[in-house]
Nanobody, 116 residues
């Protein structure tokens, strides 16, 4: 069973930056594509970014392109999301998971609040 623990969220002003981390247990982390997802209040959870197992290919939802960067360190079993130029509409709980996601892998997430 893989466990994913997100961290790094917080309160930030618009235009600011945060770096989210997702630490994964298990030996097979490096075999999987990983993604970041978010759920804003009153909305469905949505895809934000993904990265292939080796890190060579990255994809982003249009709304974060040019502002967010996904990366991973397979030696540390960790995936990151660097978020720059944050906007109030980025306010959400952010989750990591495999991509495509597995229902039994969702963690508690980390909350990001961007004030205007």
């Amino acid at each position: 069973q893989v466990q994913l623990v997100e961290s790094g969220g917080g309160l930030v002003q618009a235009g600011g930056s945060l770096r989210l981390s997702c630490a994964a247990s298990g030996r097979t982390f490096s075999s999987y594509a990983m993604g970041w997802f978010r759920q804003a209040p009153g909305k469905e959870r949505e895809f934000v970014a993904a990265i292939t197992s080796g890190g060579g290919v990255r994809n982003y939802v249009d709304s974060v392109k040019g502002r967010f960067t996904i990366s991973r360190d397979n030696a540390k079993n960790t995936v990151y999301l660097q978020m720059n130029s944050l906007k109030p509409e980025d306010t959400a709980v952010y989750y990591c998971n495999r991509n495509p996601p597995r229902g039994d892998y969702w963690g508690q997430g980390t909350e990001v609040t961007v004030s205007s």
